[in-house]
């Protein structure tokens, strides 16, 4: 795929406008996962504007993020970081060999108190 | 009254004291909740990417079900709720999701989001009533409990309409209803670290240990949630700083009917 292609692929993954940030920093500023990303979730929205795929495909915070949507709450201009990271998420582990946590990573960490709902939900966002 | 019930695989499990203590109060709430058939795992996290269509289609086939025994899905789990709710909006607004679940599920009828989402809390507050809940209240709680929201119940805040985001208040007049003091504190909605605790149990141990320092500061006794996953990580991350249970089993504590 050319650069150009990935990118309207993270567009169209991600469903969110990039155009419209404003580069406020609202949404970085309340990420509870902030201090372990080396990619912001502001800069997320900023890198996918500006074509930056690779540097947006190598970065680590991608396993980072919750999920929690604090991002997307506080944005004032409509635009969904959380999307951003997502779509750039499951570019990567869609890629051959690129899972997060594989089935063999499950069984040594696994403790008797582990819902379902911890399994379920890692294996959904880390691997496919 | 009967409800269509989605209970979901860790309700079954992991956390089934959210759900026997649900149905327990329903009944005596006049409620009862019937579990629909062949119901499938929701998958327990929420699929952003608009192409994921697959990943979708269990929570389609509960709703498609739900809308044609009664028109209403009553959901427990946070993450259940979460994944069910946006699911239906897409089904209703997406077109592109909508016409591809809808061209592989090939149902007599297309779905388009008819059914209404309803978690167990909506439930008390919009059709029991808090106020009728309060009548039949025996035991009353007479404790310091502090709500625990996370992010699954509240946001994003335009799809799930559940309360306001930044300061929401169904969980502390719940606990007011059943004879508790509610107490707010700054972290009820910060999220605890959800599914990174496999990948980096780093992360959700400061986040959970923050969420029950916050509450113990103000002066709760106990904390209380609605979801499996926020149980376990400020249970086993969070330090023991503070007992955590679910909403459930306190509610059925002031119903007198648990055993
Ligand atoms: S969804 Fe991810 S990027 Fe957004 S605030 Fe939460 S942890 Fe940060
Ligand atoms: S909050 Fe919205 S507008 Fe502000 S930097 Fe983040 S994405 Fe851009």
Redesign the interface.
Known sequence: MTREEQKENLL????TDVRKCMKCGKCSGRC??YH?MDIKPHQFVSLLAQGKIEKLLSGKAI??C?????C??RCPRGV?P??VV??VR?TVVRMQGAN??RAED?PP?V?E??????????Y???NK | MKICYYP???LK???KDLDVYARLSAEALGVTMEEIENWQ?C??????????IA?KLSAVRALDYARHHGGKLLTL?S?CHNVIKRTNEDMRSDKDISSRANNYLALEEPYRGETQVLHYLELLRDVVGFGELKKKVVKPLNKKVGAYYG?LLL???GVMAFDD??NPTIIEDFIRAIGGTPVVYPFRN??C????????AE?PKK?SAAILESAKEKGAEEVITA???C??NL??NGGGILPVRYFTELLAEALGVKE
């Open positions: 169209r993954m991600s469903g509870p996962a372990e396993w980072s919750l999920s929690c949507m604090a997307v709450e969904a959380a999307a997502e779509a499951d997060g946590i499950i960490i403790d108190l582990i819902p379902q709902q911890l399994l379920v939900s890692a959904r966002k880390y | 979901g695989c860790t499990t992991k956390a795992c998958g327990a996290v929420y699929p952003m990417a608009r192409d994921e990943t789990c993450a992010c946001r994003p805040s985001p930044e910060e999220c670290g959800a599914y990174v605790s496999l990948k980096n992360l986040r979801c499996p996953l149980l376990y249970q086993v």
